[in-house]
């Protein structure tokens, strides 16, 4: 009989010794991680070992001594599996379909609309502990999850959708500012991501919503995210939001990126963040981009958005007369026509 070990990368713990069965389970519910047992010369990524490939029992029924694996689409993971479809493309939105008895989580305020069959039920923390998957927490638990959540400047409440009635229905999420909104399937990522602190739009039953502290001094003080950001738990689906575009990358072992702190979306645990300066006096004072950049190191998968809120807040508040933004007619011999040839054509 074999033994196995998983890791997610070389900061991360092994898992193991596991047998044949085990590990097959285990390689299904982490595809990311790497994979050694005895007789291999080096560690290897799970989907590139046939041995770990998913094994097709008669009739549903697993190997002796195992339950059936999970099937894709079933629901028999942890979190509710939910279909969805995303509409748009500057000001996106996320339609969920549920089935009888499935619920979808979210921000409170973010629904746009939702058939007469959904319930909406407002719980205390991320809505992890409700339903049957939370059958049994107490207090301190739910407790404990709306402190995080309001650690990453979320709202203690989280709204639960809930299909009560039969077939099919409906219940819609609607991004805050511009940008892209993404699906992302836990169970493909290692069953976590972090994420910038605003970023989680909706999800499946199930998923947690917890806090990921930046353990570098420099990286919290100057990576654009501060030293708290938000970490997402679980194998089902959950709907990120990000500004502008966003583009995918996927970083080989050693493979570093160097990006603006605010572009930074998400990435895989095992992706490695810090800072680095800018360059020289000359670059840090005049070149726009301020003191740091952020630096990403595989391996793993980041995502970067290309227009951060902050940078589109500055924007607004510079342009906002009275606001922060400096009145060009003011003080001039032009007066209000400068306004106007300014671009400020309001009366």
């Known amino acids: 009989m074999e033994r196995w070990y998983f890791s997610a990368g070389s900061n991360s713990p092994r ?4 047998d044949d069965n085990a590990a097959r389970v285990h390689a299904q519910q982490h595809p990311e991680d790497w994979c050694w047992r005895d007789g291999m010369s080096d560690w290897q990524p799970v989907g590139k070992v046939a041995e770990l490939a998913p094994q097709s029992p008669a009739a549903g029924q697993g190997p002796a001594g195992m339950p059936p694996l999970p099937s894709t689409g079933s629901g028999a993971g942890r979190d509710d599996e939910i279909d969805y479809r995303i509409v748009g493309t500057d000001m996106q939105f996320v339609e969920v379909e549920l089935d009888p008895g499935e619920s979808a989580i979210a921000e409170a305020g973010s629904m746009m609309y939702k058939d007469a069959a959904v319930q909406m039920d407002t719980v205390f923390g991320d809505g ?200 060009r007619g003011e003080g001039s011999v032009l007066g209000g026509l400068g306004d106007i040839l300014g671009g400020d054509r309001r009366f």
Request: glycine share 18%.
């Open 15 to 18: 898992v193991g010794p596991l």
């Open 128 to 327: 992890s502990h409700s339903g049957p998957a939370g059958a049994g927490s107490g207090f301190m638990d739910k407790l404990m999850s709306a402190g995080k959540r309001v650690i990453t400047g979320e709202s203690l409440f989280t709204t639960v959708f809930t299909h009560s009635g039969q077939g099919k229905a409906k219940v819609a999420f609607a991004a805050p500012y511009p940008g892209t909104v993404l699906a992302m399937k836990l169970s493909d990522h290692g069953g976590r991501l972090i994420c910038q602190k605003d970023a989680f739009l909706a999800g499946a039953r199930g998923v947690q919503v917890g806090i990921h502290f930046q353990r570098k001094i420099l990286t919290g003080l100057f990576g654009g995210e501060g030293f708290i950001m938000q970490k997402l738990e679980g194998d089902g689906w959950v709907f990120v939001h990000a500004g502008g575009t966003v583009v995918e990358y996927d970083l080989k072992p050693g493979e570093r990126l160097d990006v603006d702190t605010g572009c930074v979306m998400a990435y895989h645990s095992n992706v490695d963040m810090d800072v680095r300066a800018v360059g020289g006096i000359k670059s840090m004072v005049f070149g726009g981009e301020g003191m740091f950049l952020a630096t990403l190191t595989g391996p793993g998968k980041v995502w970067l958005q290309s227009l951060p809120f902050s940078r589109m807040a500055g924007r607004m508040l510079a342009a906002a007369p009275g606001g922060g933004g400096k009145d």
